[in-house]
């Protein structure tokens, strides 16, 4: 059983699978602390109902889509090997979103880790990662991307994404950056232009 703090259907709208239908599984639960989070409801893995995997996994079979993204909250403070050997039995490909504060667990088609400054990523996530996506808050942020560009796999595809409150300030910065060291790429979270969840 996991605490699943909401499921649903929508267009993962960040990152590498930018524009690709799936279901979004969001368990409750993280201690990492960012102040600028967006799903502070989240942190308190007690508010939100255990639930079955196997339910978890219904739900997401009644979907087109045969992508699943885990998130959070932070979802790898939970062991996650027994959810995702289930969803691949489903064929149904496994994306997840971590900070990578917590070891690695489960079968993953792709790993993105977005690395906070609050609980350092572990280096197993690290080297696992196949997408590096650093939130750009303020313009020091490109220090610390670099920095963990340096700790992910060749490999690794990079991405610099501006926090929603500071995004009209960040990205005329990003673009220069982007257009300099042109191993980053762009992502910006479009579901919120489409305002969907
Ligand atoms: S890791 Fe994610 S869920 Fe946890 S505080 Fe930071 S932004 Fe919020």
């Not at 750009?136 to 994404?161: G, I, M, R, T």
Request: charged fraction near 20%; glycine fraction near 6%.
């Amino acid at each position: 059983m996991l605490p699943l703090m909401e499921d649903f259907y929508t267009i993962q709208g960040e990152g590498y699978n930018s524009g690709k239908a799936a279901y979004f599984i969001r368990l409750g639960g993280c201690d990492v602390g960012c102040h600028w989070c967006d799903v502070k409801e989240s942190w308190d893995a007690e508010l939100h109902p255990l639930t079955l995997t196997h339910q978890i996994v219904a739900n997401a079979l009644q979907y087109p889509s045969k992508n699943v993204v885990v998130t959070g909250g932070e979802p790898l403070i939970y062991n996650l090997d027994y959810l995702t050997i289930q969803l691949h039995q489903q064929q149904i490909k496994t994306f997840i979103e971590t900070s990578g504060a917590y070891p690695l667990s489960g079968q993953w088609d792709w790993i993105c880790l977005s690395p906070k400054k609050f609980k350092a990523p572990l280096p197993e996530v690290c080297a696992a990662a196949h997408e590096l996506k650093v939130i750009v808050f303020n313009k020091s942020d490109f220090v610390w991307a670099e920095e963990h560009a340096k700790l992910v796999s060749p490999q690794c595809k990079l991405y610099l994404q501006p926090e929603w409150s500071k995004h009209q300030e960040m990205i005329p910065l990003m673009v220069d950056y982007v257009m300099n060291n042109p191993q980053w790429e762009m992502s910006l979270q479009t579901h919120k232009y489409m305002n969907i969840p």
